[in-house]
DNA sequence: ATTATTTTGTGATATGCATCACATTTATTA
DNA sequence: TAATAAATGTGATGCATATCACAAAATAAT
């Protein structure tokens, strides 16, 4: 049985003011799935006749670089992904996957798009979102490229304290080598700094818990080297 | 006196489809400008009101980095600019400066919004546009981050070849210190590898005037290394 | 034209970090 | 609980490429 989703905890501002007619076909043609940590969501390469909205959880968005895997970021909940595909050519061009485990909803693109086409505040807000995530790509990989390892050590242990955990001390959701692939370095140097970044005092490292004890430093590191 | 943009020659797709109505409102609500080369057509930083359209010419997207300008790509008319800002915060995260001499409408924000919303044909195709440029900004960095210098050379100068000149012999149309720009890579590494590929006999180069004698070669650059 | 400025060409040196190699610890599975 | 696999820790080495330092062309400014 499907939820109703104009009840859904998970309203945006925009989903809020859809027409009942629409929440009405949202209800009726929406999937509910539950993800276990590491489950495939997307796939990169598949045919795609869905967006998905994430409901609960944590994903990585990655993709098959010329080399090794790349992690373009985490994402958390409640945020919708893969509509770039949705408007883009319907293969997916990115993977997403389950960091922990998620709850997702699958709205086919049809339906999705009729929706879109119906509420002005809705489209609205999705050309926000798309715009956004437009601008914070252009910066992330300028930082990626520019800065060194340390610096883009302190940017991701920042943004998961800030932007994902809201605390000083979180559990690392990812592994080293996948921190590596997200901060474009390797296994071993993501080892390294993490180590330094604790005797030097400004995070205490516990297996996968980490605690920032000094953010200025953390901010310093990230701004010179 | 402006243009009519009916009848505007770079009527795309989707612009094509719009009613009488919006037609009137975008011909009395733009701004036809030139730019010289090097002049700033949109200016990181600054508050912005406008769409910028791109009738005529070559630009870059650029930004200021946290150690040195980057350039994000050029781009070739006819598109727009500044759409991201548009519906993001109204702050330019970018500057966009002419690459050539370029003709140019601003239309302002309100009026857009007007015509986005009246005409499903139009936003849709923003969507589109907003969301490929997404997907091809991942791809863009996973490439620069992972590929080493001719590698990514040999992408920049099929990039031209391909998409901007449409021919196998051009002229350069950024300096070698905004090429490392672009490559995310130094000014010297950017004439020795341009060099180099002369050498080989995989291009010709003479001053800024280049011809691509082996694609073949390039693209096995591009992918190995 | 002459000077000044920007762009290009090229060697020599320095360095950040990847890679390799292996030990150790922590999870997973049988 | 043993066995197997995955993740982490850390030194030693090599390499791609940044940086430095000038020289030479090419452009722009006076």
Redesign the interface.
Known sequence: MQNDCKNCVFNTRATSMLSDKSFGQLSENHLELRFSKGDTIIKQGMFSTNVVFLRKGLAKIH?T????E?I?RLVKAPTYLG??????DKIN??SVTAVTDTDVCYIDVRVFQTIL?EN?EF??D???E??????E???????????QIR?NMADVLLEFSEKIFQSDSFTLPISQSELANLV?TSRESVNRVLNEFDKDGIIKVNGKQIEILNKKSLNLIS?NG
């Open positions: 993709l670089g010329p080399y090794h790349q373009v509509l770039p595909t949705t408007f883009g061009q990115y086409n002005r489209s609205n999705i050309l926000i798309l715009s956004k995530n437009e601008l790509s252009f910066r992330r990989c300028a930082n990626r490229t520019q800065k610096g474009d701004q």
